[in-house]
């Protein structure tokens, strides 16, 4: 199986007038031919910033390091024009609100055949049979009737299919899908992770899926890298992930999803606490303040990413169930 | 198109109709028999409206006919004011535009630009280039073209800072904005995003800001005919009024007919240009 994708040790600062923030500290992943990654965490963890930086979407006050490597070649420091060239048919991106990701004053069809005419160089023609079967793999009843709607006429779940079916129109290998189904119901989010997964099938794309649910990708990913900080903090294989547990973190963010089981009244569990303050430099592991097994070594000296040799990576002095 | 026409707004259909007969006559003013527009009559001087058969505004104090000339005034007025408008508002859009997309120090350059156009009064900046372009010698005038050229293109420089600050600060609002980011994403060149989802977006609002300038442009030509440097010998309205103020006291109609010239195609495209900004404003609270 080819690498889709390598990133090793990449970090990225914001130069900000409090300082330098540090969003991503050394975050190393692999991707294979059409495997997914979940990459999960709170608000402000990274997540977001780490899958726009591999793409190159970041805005200009922000800085690099490490090393990207896709389908094997450097891209950390391509110019702009050549990582253009990739956008698209190399990497496509969902994002996350698909109520602001449609320009509202342009017909779907024209938004959904930009791709296919700029990128593929289709004729209109073309471009606009292409664009039916596109609107029909995502499951649109009347694709000919949607092309000349205008975004405002539609729901939240139809516009996040239109998006998809924008970000898949030119097959590309790698998706990127930026908490595609937060700003969704819940009815619907099911079925627009269903559709990503099938598609990601048909298509043997690689997918890195961001979002802050590890019940969105229990069932649609191959692995998850739970992310903390900026730092990757725990990192397996989904089914492994799920049965031997190692960081308290993780296992603080499973306890917080609601359950059906517990009586009424119950009370929701948080983490307490908050994310330390991304633009110092504080020693010690970040999550000591917030974390139940907390001990002296935790406060002193941040824990390093230790392999358990099964592929499964985790940075902690004190992993649940034992060092093995 | 004509029944929603007849569900406007008063104000709507009056501005309308006369912006358009002003157009229409600009356009057609050679087709109609009309006779040489500054010719002086030999039986009427300086009569009012409706007083002369013949001369349905009257003549002036030399006996021009009023209608004529009017009719004739339109044309360069609006002229002036539409080049104007059209080509500065076409390069303030585009520098705006592009300033506000790439930033960094094409944007401090131009907006520096800008502000130190605005800093200068127009009607000050107007009289310097015409008298130092356009000035010719006692003995040798600068001609007619000369002086109309560069009067359009002093007010075309007016124009470039005020449509470009408007499209600036509009594409900022725009650029920042996600569909923006994800059309990016699928590889989408700059200049095709710019063209496809930045202009349409940012046009209705350089559109309002347009209207608003051709009324200002307007009252620009006029304001400098007054002072004698704009279009010569009556050949605006402006500058009918500047003729016609040296007669007020014997045919005051000949400062009224061009006053309400200029006042309701003012007041016309101002409407104009409010009108769209509230269907603007209407429009965005919707997405």
């Given at each position: 199986m080819s690498k889709v994708l390598e990133v090793t040790?990449?970090?990225?600062?914001?130069?900000?007038?409090?300082?330098?923030?540090?969003?991503?500290?050394?975050?190393?992943?692999?991707?294979?031919?059409?495997?997914?990654?979940?990459?999960?965490?709170?608000?402000?963890?990274?997540?977001?910033?780490?899958?726009?930086a591999i793409m190159g979407l970041l805005p200009g006050t922000a800085t690099r390091t490490g090393s990207i490597k896709y389908m094997g070649k450097e891209i950390s420091n391509l110019p702009e024009k050549e990582l253009r060239e990739l956008w698209g048919t190399g990497m496509a991106m969902i994002f996350q609100d698909p109520m602001t990701t449609l320009n509202p004053v342009r017909r779907i069809g024209a938004q959904l055949t930009e791709s296919l005419t700029v990128r593929l160089k289709l004729s209109k023609k073309e471009a606009h049979e292409q664009a039916i079967e596109l609107l029909r793999r995502v499951r649109i009843a009347d694709p000919e009737g949607m092309m000349r709607k205008f975004p405002y006429q539609l729901s939240g779940g139809m516009r996040q299919r239109i998006m998809i079916a924008i970000a898949v129109s030119c097959k590309p290998e790698l998706l990127f899908a930026d908490e595609p189904t937060t700003a969704l119901d819940v009815t619907v989010q099911a079925q627009v992770l269903e559709l990503l997964s099938e598609l990601r099938k048909e298509f043997n794309m690689a997918m890195i899926l961001v979002t802050h649910d590890l019940g969105v990708v229990a069932g649609h990913t191959d692995k998850i890298a739970v992310m903390y900080a900026g730092d990757v903090v725990e990192m397996a294989p989904t089914r492994e992930l799920f049965k031997n547990m190692k960081m308290p973190y993780t296992e603080a963010l499973l306890k917080s999803i609601p359950r059906l089981e517990t009586p009424t009244g119950t009370r929701l569990p948080v983490i307490e606490g908050r994310l330390p303050d991304p633009t110092k430099n504080e020693p010690g592991c970040p999550f000591a303040n917030r974390c139940p097994y907390v001990a002296d070594k935790c406060r002193a000296e941040k824990p390093p990413l230790k392999d358990t040799g099964t592929g499964h990576l985790y940075r902690c002095w004190f992993p649940i169930g034992g060092e093995k | 198109m004509f029944k929603n026409f007849l569900k406007k707004p008063i104000g709507f259909k009056l501005s309308a109709l006369w912006l358009f007969a002003v157009l229409?006559?600009?356009?057609?003013?050679?087709?109609f028999p009309f006779a040489q527009w500054d010719a002086i009559s030999d039986f009427s001087q300086g009569d009012g409206p409706f007083k002369v058969p013949g001369h349905i505004l009257g003549t002036s104090y030399d006996g021009m006919d009023m209608f004529t000339a009017t009719m004739h005034g339109a044309r360069m007025s609006t002229f002036v004011a539409v080049v104007s408008v059209i080509i500065g508002g076409g390069?303030?859009?585009?520098?705006?535009?592009?300033?506000?997309?790439?930033?960094?120090?094409?944007?401090?350059?131009?907006?520096?630009?800008?502000?130190?156009?605005?800093?200068?009064?127009?009607?000050?900046?107007?009289?310097?280039?015409?008298?130092?372009?356009?000035?010719?010698?006692?003995?040798?005038?600068?001609?007619d073209f000369r002086r109309v050229l560069v009067l359009t293109i002093s007010l075309t420089i007016v124009i470039i800072p005020i449509l470009g600050r408007i499209a600036r600060s509009s594409t900022l609002q725009w650029s920042s904005r996600e569909f923006v980011?994800?059309?990016?994403?699928?590889?989408?060149?700059?200049?095709?995003?710019?063209?496809?989802?930045?202009i349409p977006n940012v046009?209705?609002?350089?559109?309002?800001?347009?209207?608003?300038?051709?009324?200002?442009?307007?009252?620009?030509?006029?304001?400098?005919?007054?002072?004698?440097?704009?279009?010569?010998?009556?050949?605006?309205?402006?500058?009918?009024?500047?003729?016609?103020?040296?007669?007020?006291?014997?045919?005051?109609?000949?400062?009224?007919?061009?006053?309400?010239?200029?006042?309701?195609?003012?007041?016309?495209?101002?409407?104009f240009g409010d009108y769209i900004r509230a269907n603007l404003d209407k429009r965005e609270s919707k997405i």
């Open positions: 040790d990449l970090s990225i600062t914001f130069d900000t007038p409090r300082g330098n923030l540090r969003a991503v500290n050394d975050a190393t992943i692999t991707l294979d031919q059409g495997e997914s990654i979940g990459v999960v965490g709170e608000s402000g963890s990274g997540k977001t910033v780490l899958s726009r | 229409f006559i600009t356009v057609t003013y050679d087709l390069i303030g859009s585009g520098l705006g535009i592009a300033a506000a997309y790439y930033r960094g120090t094409f944007d401090k350059v131009m907006s520096s630009i800008f502000n130190m156009i605005l800093a200068i009064p127009n009607l000050v900046m107007s009289l310097a280039l015409i008298s130092v372009l356009a000035n010719g010698n006692s003995n040798e005038p600068a001609s980011l994800a059309s990016k994403s699928i590889g989408t060149k700059n200049l095709e995003i710019i063209r496809r989802h930045i046009a209705p609002a350089i559109l309002a800001i347009g209207f608003f300038a051709v009324g200002v442009v307007m009252i620009a030509e006029g304001s400098l005919s007054i002072l004698g440097i704009g279009v010569p010998g009556g050949a605006s309205w402006g500058s009918l009024l500047a003729i016609g103020r040296a007669n007020l006291e014997y045919s005051p109609h000949e400062v009224y007919i061009p006053v309400a010239c200029i006042g309701f195609t003012v007041i016309s495209t101002n409407y």
